[in-house]
């Protein structure tokens, strides 16, 4: 209790207040405009932490990304055009309700299911967390090595749907990870020879450029080719439905946040996935008359992926705080937070700071209800927002984005690198390969290599050691078996493309 009470008096100091406000806006703008996403918001709000408290910081970091996957539904309902890929779902029905002249009660169903779903993963993980985390203390290098071998397995496998170019990536980012000097035996590794790489590469440069700038040079070169489209806005204000739909629909917001949660929870899967499934199910139990209503403006077909989507938040943040694996790209960017900050995610971190864990369920369920007051009142404001060029925005952004990264240690040298790391991400972008992995490989890499050669140590340099833990090598044959399930997919998918292809008529010449 007295640590329940520390948290409350975390959350009502001024800072934390402010940061909360601060990163709900950023991440709903952020995640209404197309083109931006609320991971590129968190890496560049990560910056803007230096200055302020670990509190604050895990305040605006977590209200950023809350806000930016409700933010997304904005766009997807007022011009069909989703703001996030987690919203794709809720296009189907919610812009045919706003083509029908229902675009007030589509925002006001988007901002209802979001809070509903927030707030159940929420539930949700305050009860899970804590049982995953005593089950973890039990762990030692061995098996910590194998469960973060396991979740960048599932990121790299899984990203992109090509396990080829996911393993590709997550190679770059334990090589970028690796550059600097060891903290064990203290040789260089990678600097050749230039005195500035001895500091390694900064965690938050990397995230800004491989997240932001690879975004503002497509936009601007998609400008510059003029692929941009405007877009005409009306005035729209939001209307909340009634207590009855509510009612009528209690079960399926529920169904829809479990699926969403469970989702989360599954390192490499994230919102797209958990906002398409909840909809096919919700699709399928549909009966009569709504279900002959889906893709016409349904109701249902509305608050089914938008419950999943943001149910999806809690459900990733399960694995993030108990075991230190992040779910998705977005709470790796807030690992990195987290570790920059001094807090370590993990078993030890719900004893050792238990005050923490409070603030951060309370600061969950404080940035979901100002999520919601600000999108049911302030629609207005961020349709204003959408009217903006794109290209200004960047420019903007960018500007952002190079201050941000030299406050963080008052070096030219960390902007040239954001710079470089950016180029070498849009031409990522370009080849189809993700960043995710990238990223994932940043993060993880170093706990990777720590529980490895910490095992090794201990072991006298046996590598059987990594085979004498039951849980290791269960963790080691699913690894196998879900990388031999993707290039199962990816030899089917080609395979069936290639059949496409040679039933498509030839045309003479």
């Not at 979740?151 to 590709?168: A, F, N, P, R």
Request: glycine share 10%; hydrophobic share 55%; net charge positive.
């Amino acid at each position: 209790m007295n640590d329940f009470i520390a948290a409350s008096l975390m959350m009502l100091e001024p800072a934390s207040i402010i940061a909360i406000f601060i990163g709900s806006v950023i991440g709903i703008i952020f995640g209404a405009i197309p083109g931006l996403t609320y991971t590129m918001a968190l890496s560049m709000v990560l910056p803007l932490t230096f200055g302020i408290s670990p509190n604050a910081a895990i305040c605006m970091l977590l209200s950023t990304y809350i806000g930016g996957l409700t933010g997304g539904s904005l766009t997807a309902c007022l011009i069909g055009i989703p703001g996030t890929p987690s919203a794709a779902a809720t296009v189907v029905d919610g812009y045919a309700m706003v083509r029908k002249g229902q675009a007030g009660l589509s925002l006001g169903l988007v901002i209802m299911a979001s809070a509903f779903g927030s707030i159940f993963s929420l539930l949700v993980m305050v009860f899970a967390v804590d049982f995953v985390a005593k089950a973890a203390v039990h762990f030692g290098p061995v098996e910590l090595f194998s469960l973060v071998l396991f979740g960048m397995s599932l990121i790299c496998g899984l990203s992109e749907g090509s396990i080829v170019k996911g393993l590709i990536a997550g190679t770059i980012g334990l090589m970028i990870m690796t550059i600097g000097v060891d903290d064990i035996e203290g040789v260089q590794r990678l600097t050749f020879g230039w005195t500035p790489l001895l500091q390694g590469v900064n965690l938050v440069v990397a995230m800004v450029g491989l997240f932001a700038v690879p975004h503002l040079i497509k936009t601007l070169v998609d400008f510059r080719l003029r692929r941009i489209q405007s877009h005409e806005l009306n005035d729209v204000k939001t209307r909340m439905p009634k207590f009855k739909t509510v009612k009528d629909n209690v079960g399926l917001l529920s169904y829809s946040s479990l699926i969403g949660t469970v989702i989360g929870a599954i390192p490499g899967t994230g919102g797209p996935i958990a906002a398409f499934a909840a909809y096919d199910q919700a699709k399928r139990l549909a009966k009569g008359k709504a279900k002959e209503q889906f893709g016409k403006g349904s109701v249902q077909g509305v608050l089914a992926p938008e419950a999943a989507n943001n149910a999806v938040s809690g459900g990733a943040i399960i694995p993030l705080l108990s075991l230190g694996i992040p779910g998705d790209a977005a709470t790796a960017v807030i690992l990195g937070g987290l570790l920059i900050h001094g807090v370590t995610p993990g078993p030890a971190l719900f004893t050792e700071n238990k005050s923490l864990v409070y603030l951060i369920y309370i600061t969950f369920f404080v940035a979901t209800v100002v999520v919601m007051l600000l999108q049911a009142y302030g629609v207005k404001f961020f349709i204003k927002l959408l009217k903006i060029p794109p290209q200004y925005l960047m420019v903007g952004i960018m500007i952002m984005c190079v201050i941000g990264t030299y406050a963080i240690r008052n070096s030219f040298f960390d902007v040239y690198t954001m710079i470089i790391i950016g180029l070498f991400g849009y031409l990522l972008l370009l080849a189809k390969i993700p960043v995710t992995p990238v990223v994932l490989g940043l993060v993880l890499g170093p706990t990777l290599e720590k529980e490895f050669r910490t095992a090794m140590i201990l072991s006298e340099n046996d590598y059987s050691v990594f085979f004498t833990s039951p849980l290791a090598v269960t963790l080691y044959i699913l690894i196998v078996v879900f990388v031999g399930m993707q290039l199962y997919a990816d030899r089917k998918l080609k395979k069936a493309a290639l059949e496409d292809a040679k039933s498509l008529p030839t045309v003479a010449s």
